[in-house]
């Protein structure tokens, strides 16, 4: 049961126009989302988290917008650049029920940015 | 801030014999690692929660006496596949929590296991 969903295996943009990277999810207990950039053979690297109190956040070019009532986020890369080409992680962090904090990652999505 | 090494970078062993890959926090303390494996093209799959002092926590499915975990440091967590076999080759990645606090998890850059 994938808790967390990320529908589009691949993503392809031109430079300079903006990227767009779905995530769904199903466990309403989730209470922070992160998204992590993965490029090959290296671990991934945060880029962005938004609480699940607010329904934006927004660092340089990067935005994370969060619909509580559709389970649904997304990110924004505006304007893309051929050095975001890689592979997008979102992830959800909950507490359990051992009370350590856990995050779930979805498949991940590969953004091409094409000069 | 927030650097987490993994030793080795990439390891090649034999079937039947042991590795061990160290997990860093450089510039925290961190109460709790976190390991991971990749498949090819897929998601990162949590395999054991390292927490200091105390014993590792395993997902379903992980074999604790195939994959040991110490955390003997706040810095400092060790993975060690036991009787190494071909279908344990993966990418194996551990992650760290400050002990600070937040929800935030940083990456080590991953160890690609080959057994042979």
């Keep these: ?115 | 801030g927030a650097v987490v090494s993994q030793h080795p970078s990439r390891v090649i062993c034999k079937s039947g014999t042991s590795v061990k890959i160290e997990c860093r926090s450089l510039d925290f303390q961190a109460t709790t690692m976190f390991w991971y494996r990749q498949f090819p093209k897929k998601s990162l799959m949590l395999m054991a929660t390292s927490n200091e002092g105390s014993k590792a926590t395993y997902e379903q499915g992980v074999e604790k006496d195939k994959f040991l975990i110490n955390h003997a440091s706040l810095t400092l967590s060790t993975l060690t596949v036991t009787s190494a076999h071909p279908e344990d080759s993966s990418f194996y990645i551990c992650s760290a929590s400050p002990t600070s606090g937040g929800y935030e998890q940083y990456f080590g850059p991953g160890t690609r296991l080959t057994v042979t």
């Design chain 1, 1 to 115: 049961d994938q808790q967390v969903k990320q529908n589009s295996p691949s993503l392809s943009v031109q430079e300079g126009r903006i990227s767009i990277l779905n995530c769904d999810y199903t466990n309403s207990m989730f209470d922070y989302f992160l998204w992590y950039k993965k490029y090959p053979a290296e671990g991934p690297t945060f880029l962005i988290s938004i609480s699940s109190i607010k329904d934006k956040n927004e660092d340089g070019r990067f935005t994370v917008f969060l619909n509580k009532s559709a389970k649904h986020l997304s990110l924004h890369i505006v304007p893309s650049q051929p050095g975001d080409s890689a592979v997008y992680f979102c992830a959800a962090s909950h507490i359990l029920d051992t009370g350590r904090r856990a995050l779930t990652f979805g498949s991940g999505t590969r953004l091409q940015v094409q000069p």
